[in-house]
């Protein structure tokens, strides 16, 4: 739903996986079916005649779209080798091979660039097996393989085609561009961390200013997980950029407790061109984020709200509604969204596999669709009836949007509109007429009853409150033996420490570190 109003964004970790196949010697292309449709696609295939083609698949929702791909692949090219790759792809590896019933040949856990050259090296070679986060019909190969520097690979931007489609609301074109992977923290709904095993790597500021100087585009979405969190590498990537005179808009997405506490940073690249900032606060209230182990405060969160307003930065906060919430909740959430100047966004509470929310709440679901994994749909129980909680939702999602798009914020956008226009560039206006198609209620309660093609692996009953490390990782966290479990700051800093041991719990892996207590 986002990607059908506010953005489209070009496929970085693709980009980075083919870089690293071409680096291998592979001859590659790249198709982005955000932008075309899948007719191009197979026409690509026969013209191209790959060997393999790998399928992204970052959000959970998506799945059945790709498992569908991957089946006409194999119908178009019955000898192409098939895989797919990506965030929620690694934590469902097993239940996708099923559901491709040999149309995907593998999934490859874990980040692509360090292991997509093994893997094409190997096909059709008994040694496919001991690829790195290897998943296939025949079982699990050994453990996804970390990229050990950030450098290595830059994005294929190259490889991209009509790149003005990319944009983010009014900075459009725009490109994406990464500083940092991972993110030190642990919040029970999201799997940033989990991915990552809790690491943190940084490029080095001479190629993250190297990148951004390939980049044609005026317009810039760093990536990160939690932007700047280290400030000095903040400084040092603008000092470099500062240095070749590149000057861009930014976008960045960071935590409110970063932003009081590297203040001085964020004010810097707000002179570079930091123009807007997304703050996941989450929760208006203590009990929120505390349920929703922020490890923030109120106060930090209104504290950061008027330092992004004293520097003049532009903000979207998201805020986590929650399915048992009632008329009187969302009445107040719009009340004190519309004391607030900032954009105001809001997401249902989803558990995602690889969060420890899977865990804890999936057996509650009332549903098993993938599509419905969006955080635009409710997938547990609602203490409204569910057509009720959409009507609330939707509400307050159209209360939120005429705050900014008010007589004077029509006015505001029209001006921009025709300037982006004047310059070839609709993706911003198309946007101005979509919401009520896609924020809609009946559309979104209509979604809940489409017949289920493949329906989702619950996990297994649970019955302590917190899963083993084992079945929460993709990349196992690493832990200094001498010192014991790596701290949130010591994992953002350390790349060398050893592996977690085999089966070690997340209470002593994670409930040891404490992020806030360290670097806040
Ligand atoms: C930037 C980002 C965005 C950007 C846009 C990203 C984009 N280009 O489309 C924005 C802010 C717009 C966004 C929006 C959303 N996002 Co987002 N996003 C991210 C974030 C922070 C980083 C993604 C990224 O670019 N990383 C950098 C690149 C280099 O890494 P990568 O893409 O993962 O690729 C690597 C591997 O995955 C792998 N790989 C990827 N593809 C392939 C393919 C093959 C063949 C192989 C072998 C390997 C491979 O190799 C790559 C290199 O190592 C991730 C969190 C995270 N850390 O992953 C969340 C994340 C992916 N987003 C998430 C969500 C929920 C959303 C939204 C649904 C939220 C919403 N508000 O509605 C929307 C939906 C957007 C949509 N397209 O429909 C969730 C996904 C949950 C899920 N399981 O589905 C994540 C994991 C965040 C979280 N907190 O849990 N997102
Ligand atoms: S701060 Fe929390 S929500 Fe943000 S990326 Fe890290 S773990 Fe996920």
């Not at 680096?23 to 393999?52: N, T």
């Not at 400084?235 to 976008?251: P, S, V």
């Not at 407790?257 to 570079?272: H, I, Q, S, T």
């Not at 509400?395 to 705050?403: D, E, G, I, M, S």
Request: hydrophobic share 40%; net charge neutral.
């Amino acid at each position: 739903m986002y990607s059908e109003i506010y953005l489209r964004l070009e496929p970085l970790g693709v980009e980075r996986a083919a870089a690293a196949a071409a680096a291998a010697g592979h001859q590659v292309r790249l198709i982005d079916l955000q932008i075309f449709k899948q007719s191009d696609l197979i026409r690509e295939l026969e013209d191209f005649r790959p060997q393999a083609v790998g399928l992204s698949l970052n959000y959970l929702a998506n799945v059945p779209e790709v498992i569908n791909l991957a089946k006409s692949i194999k119908a178009a090219r019955r000898d192409c080798y098939v895989f797919v790759g990506g965030h929620s792809g690694s934590f469902i590896a097993d239940e996708l091979i099923e559901h491709g019933a040999g149309a995907i040949d593998c999934v490859l856990r874990g980040e692509g660039e360090a292991v997509i050259g093994l893997l094409l090296e190997a096909l059709g070679d008994p040694k496919l097996a001991a690829v790195p986060g290897i998943v296939t019909a025949s079982g699990r190969g050994p453990a996804p393989m970390m990229l050990d520097d950030l450098d290595r690979f830059f994005p294929a931007r190259y490889l991209g085609r009509r790149r003005h489609k990319y944009f983010i609301g009014v900075l459009d074109p725009c490109a994406s561009v990464e500083f940092t992977r991972g993110c030190p923290w642990d919040c029970s709904f999201c799997s940033a961390w989990t991915f990552y095993g809790r690491s943190y790597r940084k490029s080095t500021p001479e190629a993250a200013a190297e990148d951004l100087a390939s980049i044609k585009e005026r317009n810039v979405f760093i990536v990160d997980d939690v932007a700047f969190i280290h400030p000095e590498h903040g400084f040092a990537i603008g000092r470099e950029l500062e240095k070749r005179k590149i000057k861009k808009n930014y976008y960045l997405e960071t935590r409110a407790d970063v932003l009081c506490r590297n203040k001085e940073v964020f004010a810097y690249w707000r002179r570079l061109g930091l123009e807007y900032m997304f703050l996941g606060l989450e929760a208006i209230d203590e009990e929120g984020l505390k349920a929703h182990r922020k490890r923030s405060s109120t106060g930090v969160n209104t504290k950061a709200l008027e330092i992004a307003r004293e520097i003049g930065v532009c903000v979207a906060i998201n805020l986590i509604a929650e399915p048992d919430w009632d008329e009187r909740r969302f009445a107040i959430v719009r009340e004190w969204a519309l004391t607030v100047p900032e954009v105001v966004h809001l997401t249902v509470a989803t558990p995602y596999p690889g969060t420890e929310t899977w865990f804890t709440e999936s057996r509650r679901l009332t549903t098993l669709d993938y599509r419905l994994f969006d955080i635009q749909h409710a997938v547990l129980p609602t203490r409204l009836p569910l057509q009720r909680f959409y009507e609330e939702l939707v509400n307050t999602q159209n209360v939120l949007n005429r705050k900014h798009l008010g007589l004077q914020g029509l006015k505001d956008a029209s001006a921009i509109a025709v300037k982006l226009l004047m310059r070839g560039q609709t993706n911003f206006l198309k946007m101005l007429f979509k919401f009520s198609q896609v924020y809609n209620v009946s559309r979104q309660y209509q979604d809940h009853l489409r017949e289920v093609q493949y329906a989702m692996r619950p996990p297994r009953p649970y019955s302590t409150s917190r899963p083993e490390a084992s079945e929460l990782y993709i990349h196992p966290p690493k832990v200094n033996r001498a010192n014991g479990p790596a701290s949130a700051p010591d994992a953002a800093n350390s790349s060398q420490a050893e592996m977690a041991p085999e089966g070690t719990t997340l209470s002593s892996t994670v409930n040891a570190a404490e992020p806030a207590g360290g670097n806040a």
